[in-house]
């Protein structure tokens, strides 16, 4: 198994079964290899526990940088707008939010921090996801956030409106490149969710293209980026400024933050 696949799927552990009884057997046959998040219907993130279901990707550990990346900006401009009494509303996008994890992590974080709350809003082209994305929103009380059924390729700003941060974790594993054991890890999860083209950068021209419809001016976009891929994904967005490149707790650059200019 290559090793990216490797760490980004720690979540996906399967369920141990007992092998000395008929009721052991039958528990291995009806977890039939599933992750042990979608065997138990959460798992925890940022935290938190979170509601998954196999309509969304299981939350990777790894992506909890997008929501401190994300942290850090509002924070930074709360500052810096610090001695405007009349604070604007700040508005967060999550792109391909499936059960929620991203967003709801970030908003939990900035209740009560904001004069004026955070706005967070959630697109999948799942509504299935979705679904599971309301129930956590449920599950974690947050109330300034929406969720809504969207193809990003065609987003635009008629459909959800301007925002000031934009996360994203698209699909970016190449199934071509995948041996037989790390297809069979990731068998249960959406593959819409999970499998990209080009080689894994298949999203990130479309991101691109309909980002800019939807985020203000010098607004930011947060990006994860699988192991080795960076300069890749660099090279796509030009005519970005790079603000900033997030390393991975095993020192892997995984996280790109991009301005418009």
């Given amino acids: 198994m290559t090793v990216s696949t490797i760490s980004d799927n720690l979540s996906h552990l399967k369920p141990t079964a007992p092998s000395s009884s008929s009721h052991g057997s039958q528990e291995e046959d009806d977890h039939n290899g599933r ?3 979608y065997v138990m219907g959460e798992t925890e993130f940022c935290g938190l526990s979170f509601k ?29 707008q610090h001695s405007n009494e009349s604070l604007e509303q700040k508005r967060v996008l999550d792109i391909g939010t499936g059960s929620g994890n991203l967003l709801l992590a970030l908003m939990h974080r900035m209740q009560n921090v904001f004069q004026a709350p955070v706005k967070g809003v959630g697109i999948d082209i799942s509504g299935e996801a979705l679904e599971v994305a309301r129930d956590n929103q449920t599950r974690l009380n947050i ?28 699909p970016y594993l190449d199934e071509v490149t995948l041996d037989d054991k790390d297809k069979d890890m990731l068998a249960h999860e ?12 298949q999203w990130y021209p479309v991101l691109k293209q309909v980002v800019p419809k939807v985020l203000n001016p010098h607004g930011k976009l947060v990006l994860k980026v699988n192991r080795g891929m960076m300069d890749k994904v660099k090279d796509i967005m030009t005519g970005w400024k790079t603000v900033n490149v997030i390393k991975d707790d095993e020192g892997y650059d995984r996280c790109l933050v991009l301005e418009q200019i």
């Fill in 190 to 201: 959406p593959a819409v969710a999970v499998y990209a083209g080009d080689g894994g950068l």
């Fill in 52 to 80: 998954v279901s196999e309509a969304c990707l299981i939350p990777r550990p790894c992506s909890k940088i997008l929501v401190d990346a994300a942290e850090s900006i509002l924070l930074e401009e709360q500052q810096q």
């Fill in 143 to 170: 109330a300034n956030a929406a969720f809504f059924e969207c193809d990003m390729s065609l987003l635009d700003s008629n459909q959800v409106g301007m925002f000031d941060v934009i996360m994203c974790a698209p």
């Fill in 35 to 37: 992750p042990l998040a």
